[in-house]
């Protein structure tokens, strides 16, 4: 899940520099969208600016690139709390907005300008945080608890079965086996939220990502549904053998899950589990499947949910990352380039 953020800037470059930024950036392209899709993270792009004394550029750049990392900062917790919750909780987080480099996992420049006429320095960051150690540190605070109804759940399964040709989109149609594992959360007091109401609110790439394994997706879509858990994972049914004499088959479901706390941003739970049935039709068969494996999981996690919502020590704050290092070095600074300097492109990891 990539953010970017992006404002206006009027910076000058010379015809020709920009002639040569274009080819290089042509030849990054590939490997820079490689990239970007590969990693999906929390990233934004922020700007910073700071006055230079005594024609101390280096100075002055490196204020400018706190200022940049303070934006960037920001702009990320207003991504993951919302506006209106980053506004009435500034007080609460005013220990983690001064200290944003605890939180950035890498950041690269993208435009480096010096002014002589003027006397300030200025650069453009693309600034990749850490989601989990943000998480953390806003859980530690309370912040996180106060987004999420306590006791809640969410089943979200892809399930696949033999007879369906094409799989149709995830948010148009209801699985078996989340049904039985949800109609068993009811039957024990458990608040559920269905699929249905949110359709609108989360991406199904999203949902896929968490289902593969993206623990920082799964924790975006339980406080987008404002749950306490987040249960994702995979059913799929197979064919075992040929039909008996009696002319049943025999048909396996096989279900594989993980449940995520939205407030700990940790795993707390996973387990695979099947369920054979046999039956004169296919598709009866993997209906009975795909029920009988769902209301097995829905007893695990039940307990699973229990035990992880008795009262218990609050977690402990994420590692302090200070001294970054950015993903290629600054421009060197020697003396004052002229007004309109080149933006430094720099390879990504």
Known sequence: MIRMWNRKSDFRIPLGKVVLVAAWALCCFSASFTWARGAPQLVF?????????????VKSRALAVDYAFQNAFVLALQDILG??????????????????????????????????????????????????????????????????????????????????????????????????MLQKFLAAGVNVTTRETLSE??????????????????????????????????????????????????VQANLTLRAVSTIQSTVIAARSDFASVEAEEEFKGEL???????????GFFLETMKRFWEPKPQPEAGMEREGLVPDSPVPSKSSPPPSGSTPSMMEDL
């Open 201 to 250: 609110l989360i991406d199904e790439r999203e949902v896929y990502e968490a289902i593969q394994g993206d623990l920082d997706a799964a924790v975006d879509i339980g406080l987008k549904a404002k749950v306490d858990i987040v249960i994702v994972g995979t059913a799929v049914t197979t064919r075992l053998g040929d039909k008996s004499e009696q002319g049943l088959t025999t």
């Open 45 to 57: 792009e922020a700007e910073g600016k700071s006055s230079v004394k005594n024609e101390n550029y």
């Open 83 to 180: 506006e209106r919750t980053y506004n009435r909780k500034r007080r609460v987080l005013k220990n983690m907005l001064k200290r944003p480099k605890k939180y950035i996992n890498r950041y690269r420049y993208l435009e480096v300008y010096d002014s002589e006429v003027e006397q300030f320095s200025r650069v453009k960051l693309e600034v990749v945080f850490f989601p989990q150690a943000i998480n953390r540190e806003l859980s530690r605070l309370g912040i996180l608890s106060s987004l999420v109804k306590p006791n809640t759940a969410l089943v979200l399964i892809n399930e696949r079965s033999l007879s369906a040709e094409v799989p149709p989109d995830f948010w148009d149609y209801v699985p078996i086996s989340e049904v039985a």
């Open 288 to 298: 009975q499947a795909f029920e009988v494996v769902g209301k097995k999981m829905a």
